[in-house]
């Protein structure tokens, strides 16, 4: 990048999606992203264009943008994985879904673009910086339902562990299908008894190799 962003431009980077970076603008904006090397544009259908490491680390490091929203549930504008035990987690269906499989996909191929071999099957850097919500899009995509008032699922909350991440669930049959679905996104999950409650519950670690 030779020259910053213009102001519109840099509007556009700040309301990048938290989670996984996803851009909203005229195509004009996003085409001269691309060609400054901050975005890419996603060769799958619908081919949405995604923050790349240097866009990101360009809306990290602005000191004086807006901070982004952190609540656990989508907000106007953005997404945010389920991460279980929200109140108003906004609507479900087919829309959701859809979300929820480009959030997954764009942080696919970010971890393609960021692991120093274009690894897929494992996490990359920003999930390692973002655990619940990393983990939590890997349950959600895979049709796993989080916690919700009155409803049984998955809840994923952080630990005192470094690089850890503990995922309860209502019975052992979820805390099961939920191991698998992580192992199989490329982090590594025990099962563990709390010594407070005896309830089961999941240490879920990103995998490094």
Not at 11 to 28: H, S
Not at 61 to 86: L, Y
Not at 98 to 116: I, K, P
Not at 154 to 177: F, I, K, M
Request: proline letters at 11%.
């Amino acid at each position: 990048m030779t020259r910053p962003p213009t102001a519109a431009q840099r509007r556009v980077i700040d309301a990048a999606e938290p989670v996984t970076g996803r851009l909203r603008g005229t195509e004009a904006q996003l085409a001269a992203l691309v060609g400054r090397g901050l975005a890419f544009r996603h060769p799958r259908p619908p081919h949405d264009h995604f923050l790349t490491p240097a866009g990101h680390r360009l809306r990290e490091a602005e000191p004086e943008r807006e901070p982004v929203a952190e609540p656990p549930r989508p907000t106007a504008g953005g997404f945010a994985a389920r991460v279980g035990g929200e109140e108003d987690a906004g609507p479900s269906g087919p829309a959701r879904a859809r979300e929820v499989h480009s959030a997954w996909q764009g942080l696919l191929e970010l971890r393609r673009m960021t692991n120093a071999d274009g690894a897929t099957d494992r996490p990359c850097g920003w999930e390692r910086q973002h655990l619940v919500r990393a983990a939590a899009l890997a349950l959600e995509a895979a049709g796993h339902p989080p916690a919700g008032p009155g409803t049984p699922g998955y809840r994923v909350r952080a630990t005192p562990q470094p690089e850890a991440v503990a995922v309860r669930g209502p019975d052992e049959a979820t805390l099961r299908a939920c191991a698998a679905t992580l192992e199989k996104a490329g982090w590594q999950a025990g099962e563990h008894t709390d010594p407070r409650t005896r309830a089961r519950y999941l240490l879920a670690s990103p995998r490094r190799v």
